[in-house]
């Protein structure tokens, strides 16, 4: 016969030992989180949630990537940690203050890997995530917040509605000076592009082939958010699956020969090297005709990774690249100006001409 071990008594209250100590110890946050919900306002979010924020916020944890550099560009200051500590590289391209921030991990995508405890153990004000809206980022939205209590925004992250993202999220943050300034260059570049690009024909349009990775082998579907800006340059994207939108893919050597690019941007430095040794990507009109490109990628790239408003600069660049005779641009010259205002660092000659080297 098993003895049975006692059960805890209750108190006069009705509540056992452990049940008193759970208590004691969630007191704190239960009474933080009142006191933040009595200096509260109701923000309706881009899938229409309607989230009590704080009146006041000082420290803001972002769930993935692109709301890390969001967040960085608008409010560095406010920003608990990195999703992603930067690499030594991409050191010299961020403000001194940021540069050691701790890494808190990502909430979204396959790669989560956030603490929902050492998130709490931060105290943030807001948890924000920049990016698609769906039913999938919805649900973890509403699901951390419950088991937080802190409050989780959702912004839509489409390029098209980058400065109006800017905006929103500025005024949430109190930054709404800085946050004018962003979303009006924004809005600049988007504008220029769009008129010296929109009455090209279709037959006049560069064919442009995304080539990711070291062999150059992974792209992005035409439509998708990692070739978006590709397109919005006035380029045509080789890679069609068929059927829009859609992400990364996987395609061979003999479907880029038969589509015959005549103009390569790459994300992966050891590509240049790769197109120009091996012998059947030599057989690429791209490649013999010298048009392979290096995206800069420093602090964070400039066609995706991560796929925000680092990307405005990108349209630029592809622009300029695609139609030199229509979208006139100094590269340097917008490259300093970009880099101070959206990330307050003054570039060096010596790290221009590393950020720019391959993409000219």
């Known amino acids: 016969m098993t003895a049975r071990k006692a059960a805890p008594r209750p108190n006069a209250r009705g509540r056992s030992a452990p049940a008193r100590l759970a208590a004691l110890v969630l007191a704190p946050f239960l009474l933080s989180f009142v006191l933040h919900a009595a200096h509260a306002r109701e923000i309706v979010d881009s899938a229409g949630r309607k989230v009590a924020v704080p009146d006041r916020i000082t ?4 769930a993935g ?5 969001l967040m960085y ?5 406010k920003l608990v940690g990195w999703v992603l500590k930067p690499r030594p590289a991409e050191l010299p391209y961020l403000l001194s203050s940021a540069r050691e921030l701790p890494e808190v991990g990502r909430l979204t995508g ?3 890997t956030a603490n929902l405890e050492a998130i709490i153990a931060a105290k943030p004000d ?3 995530d920049f990016g698609s809206i769906n039913a999938t980022f919805i649900s973890l939205a509403d699901r951390v917040q419950s088991q937080t209590g802190i409050p989780y925004l959702l912004i839509d992250g489409r390029f098209a509605n980058t400065a109006a993202a800017v905006r929103l999220f500025g005024s949430i943050l109190g930054v709404e000076a800085r946050a004018s300034m962003i979303a009006g260059r924004t809005e600049q570049v988007l504008g220029a592009v769009e008129k010296a690009v929109q009455a090209v024909p279709q037959s006049a349009r560069p064919r442009v082939y995304l080539a990711r990775r070291a062999d150059g082998l992974e792209s992005g579907n035409r439509g998708s958010i990692n070739t978006e800006i590709i397109e919005r340059a006035g380029a045509t994207n080789v890679v069609d699956s068929g059927r829009p939108g859609g992400g990364l893919v996987t395609v061979s050597i003999e479907q880029i020969l038969e589509w015959n690019p005549d103009t390569i941007i790459t994300t992966d430095r ?8 091996e012998a059947a990507w030599l057989e690429v009109g791209a490649v013999k005709r010298g048009r392979v490109f290096l995206s800069p990628s420093l602090p964070y790239g400039w066609i995706d990774a991560p796929p925000s408003i680092n990307r405005v600069l990108g349209l630029e660049w592809l622009a300029a690249l695609f139609y030199p005779d229509r979208f006139h641009i100094d590269v340097r010259t917008e490259t300093r100006s970009f880099y101070k205002l959206f990330y307050q660092v003054d570039l060096t000659n010596d790290q221009l001409d590393r950020l720019l080297e391959g993409a000219k």
């Open 270 to 277: 050891n590509f240049v090297t790769h197109a120009k040794t």
């Open 73 to 77: 560009v608008l409010a560095p200051e």
């Open 65 to 69: 990537p692109p709301a890390s550099a």
């Open 110 to 112: 396959r790669g989560g």
């Open 126 to 128: 807001l948890i924000v």
């Open 59 to 62: 420290r803001v944890v972002a």
